[in-house]
């Protein structure tokens, strides 16, 4: 029970590490500013197509769970697959994934 919880934490471990040593690479897309666009080409088609508040409304909903639907199916399938591959690839992967998120170097430097 204990060595799983530890495990668990290991990524996130990991990833606070490297974001303190490394910070956030600009050469990196985050995956944030990837968020940000599936938004704003989600937002210039519901503009394009709908033409009353109601319709407007609806294609807000629908972007709105299709944005929170691949933000979590996407790192899902990748950590999944990586599973499968070996539990040593979750792990890195499970790393990257929390190094990417956590930002504190970066949150930092721009404060």
Request: proline share 5%; aromatic share 14%.
């Amino acid at each position: 029970m204990m060595t799983e919880a530890l495990l668990m934490g290991l990524p996130f471990f990991f990833g606070y590490i490297l974001d303190l040593i490394i910070g956030d690479p600009k050469f990196l897309y985050h995956p944030v500013r990837l968020i940000g666009l599936l938004i704003d080409r989600g937002e210039t088609i519901i503009r394009r197509w709908c033409n009353t508040k109601r319709s407007e409304y609806v294609g807000g909903m629908v972007l709105t769970i299709l944005v929170v639907g691949v933000s979590f199916v996407v790192p899902f399938a990748v950590l999944y697959l990586a599973a499968k591959l070996h539990p040593y690839a979750r792990l890195f992967v499970e790393t990257i994934f929390c190094y990417q998120i956590l930002s504190t170097k970066s949150l930092k430097y721009e404060s």
